[in-house]
Nanobody
Framework: QLQLVESGGGLVHAGGSLRLSCAAS????????IGWFRQAPGKEREGVSC????????NYADSVKGRFTISRDNAKNTVYLQMNSLKPEDTAVYYC????????????WGQGTQVTVSS
């Protein structure tokens, strides 16, 4: 059973930074692309970023380009999302999910971590 656990969320002032972690247990991340998604209250879930299994390919939503960086450390079975220059509109529950590629349906999800950016 694929299990993902997010951590690193919290409360930060606008302009601040956070680093989210997505740790896998029960399987190795080596063969999976990992996507980060977020859902704000009253809004639909949106894709934030994705990294291929090799780490050689990444993509970002336009709203976070230049501010967020996704990376992976397969030796630690963990994917990170470094979030800089945070804005109040980044406030949401952030989820990571695994699939064979960034174009997949992402069937395995973590429980989410809350990110709150105050103005």
């Amino acid at each position: 059973q694929l299990q993902l656990v997010e951590s690193g969320g919290g409360l930060v002032h606008a302009g601040g930074s956070l680093r989210l972690s997505c740790a896998a247990s029960g399987f190795t991340l080596d063969y999976y692309a990992i996507g980060w998604f977020r859902q704000a209250p009253g809004k639909e879930r949106e894709g934030v970023s994705c990294i291929s299994s090799s780490g050689g390919s990444t993509n970002y939503a336009d709203s976070v380009k230049g501010r967020f960086t996704i990376s992976r450390d397969n030796a630690k079975n963990t994917v990170y999302l470094q979030m800089n220059s945070l804005k109040p509109e980044d406030t949401a529950v952030y989820y990571c999910a695994a699939d064979r590629s960034c174009l997949g349906g992402f069937g395995s999800w973590g429980q989410g971590t809350q990110v709150t950016v105050s103005s």
